[in-house]
């Protein structure tokens, strides 16, 4: 079974994905890292993400696995890097790359295949997955993301505006919404979970109960 889960930045998609796939024994898969990993490869390779010869080139050398709920390129785990706030910044921007979206979700569907397996990120449900048994798509009011966005922020040492966050998200959902290559949003039968106010243990019940319910159904 391939469970996918997508939503906007913020809701909450790799913490509940990651636990729903524990609770369940699956594997698990966070795209996301995916493009973190290229966009810092291609800004030590390539001198930026701009060299689209040199990323091109790049992208297409890269053998992922994934063992259990660790993805590896050639052999090696990801760094925690790729966790860092660069990483981020640096995959928004290759991830509206045609040629890199492309080659990376020949990746997640092969890494997909024949498993049990909870897969998140954007657009797993509509363009990488579209065939998935489940899909799931979390929300949650851009208030309550920038709190969490905050809050992290400030358990991390960092001196943020929470303000400044949320204007940020707005414009994150805007420019995700209406971008030109897989825009935002749930697949026609996914179903709508909402995290706001939520734990994450709440929310991963919630999703256990439907898929109770479905397979009851």
């Known amino acids: 079974m391939r469970i996918a889960v997508d939503g906007p930045v913020g809701s909450g998609k790799t913490t509940v994905a990651l636990k ?7 594997d698990f898969l966070s795209t996301g890292l995916m493009y973190r ?3 810092l490869l291609a800004e030590c390779k390539c001198k930026g993400v701009e060299n689209l010869e040199c990323l091109q080139r790049l992208v297409k050398g890269l053998d992922f696995q994934l063992q259990g709920d660790r993805l590896l390129v050639c052999g090696e785990s990801i760094g925690s890097e790729v966790r860092s706030e660069r990483a981020g910044e640096l995959a928004s921007k290759v991830a509206v790359l045609p040629e890199v979206r492309r080659v990376l979700t020949e990746h997640q569907r092969r890494l997909s295949k024949g498993r049990n397996i909870v897969i998140e990120g954007r657009d797993i449900g509509t363009v990488v997955l579209p065939d998935a048994e489940v899909k799931i798509f979390l929300v949650a009011t851009a208030e ?7 809050e992290e922020m400030k358990a991390a040492g960092l001196e943020v505006s929470y303000e400044e966050i949320l204007k940020q998200i707005k414009e994150r959902d805007q420019r995700d919404a209406t971008r030109e290559i897989a825009p935002l949003k749930p697949a026609d039968d996914a179903c709508i979970v909402d995290t706001t106010g939520k734990s994450v243990d709440q929310v991963v019940e919630e999703i256990l109960r439907l898929l109770e319910e479905r397979r009851v159904g």
């Open 144 to 150: 309550e993301r920038a709190k969490r966005k905050y």
């Open 20 to 26: 729903l796939a524990q609770k369940l024994g699956f």
């Open 37 to 39: 990993y290229v966009g």
